[in-house]
C-alpha cells in the first residue's frame, strides 16, 4: 500500500523554526523526485521546495535561505526544515512524489505562524 504521511507541523512564533517529515512507503522512494507544496488560507497551492532522485534542490523564491529540502532513502523519508518563519507562511504544507506520470500525495501538514 502507497503512502506518504507528512508531520512536525504545528504552531510557532514569527521567526521560529520547525522541521516537517514525510515518510514514504510502498513504493521504489530513492527513485523519485519529492515536491513540499503548500496552501495557505484563500491561496492557490504553491510547489516551496523540491529535492531530486540524485538530490538536486530547488526552492521557492519566496522560502530561498530560509528553508532547506533533504532526504534520507535510507529511511524513506524527506525533511524540509523551515526556519525564520513569518506569518506569511502559514500553510497547509503537502508533499508529493513524482516520477514520470506517477504521483503521489501526502495527507498535509498545518504549519501556523503567530504571535
Known amino acids: 500500500q502507497v503512502q506518504l504521511v507528512e508531520s512536525g507541523g504545528g504552531l510557532v512564533q514569527p521567526g521560529g523554526s520547525l522541521r516537517l517529515s514525510c515518510a514514504a512507503s510502498?513504493?521504489?522512494?530513492?527513485?523519485?523526485?519529492v515536491r513540499w507544496y503548500r496552501q495557505g488560507p484563500g491561496k492557490e497551492r504553491e510547489l516551496v521546495a523540491h529535492?531530486?532522485?540524485?538530490?538536486?534542490?530547488n526552492y521557492a523564491h519566496s522560502v530561498k535561505g530560509r528553508f532547506t529540502i533533504s532526504r534520507d532513502n535510507a529511511n524513506h523519508t524527506v525533511y524540509l526544515q523551515m526556519n525564520s518563519l513569518k506569518p506569511e507562511d502559514t500553510a497547509v504544507y503537502y508533499c508529493?512524489?513524482?516520477?514520470?506520470?506517477?504521483?503521489?500525495w501526502g495527507q498535509g501538514t498545518q504549519v501556523t505562524v503567530s504571535s
Open positions: 529535492i531530486s532522485s540524485s538530490d538536486a534542490t
Open positions: 508529493a512524489a513524482v516520477r514520470l506520470y506517477t504521483v503521489y
Open positions: 510502498g513504493f521504489t522512494f530513492s527513485s523519485y523526485t
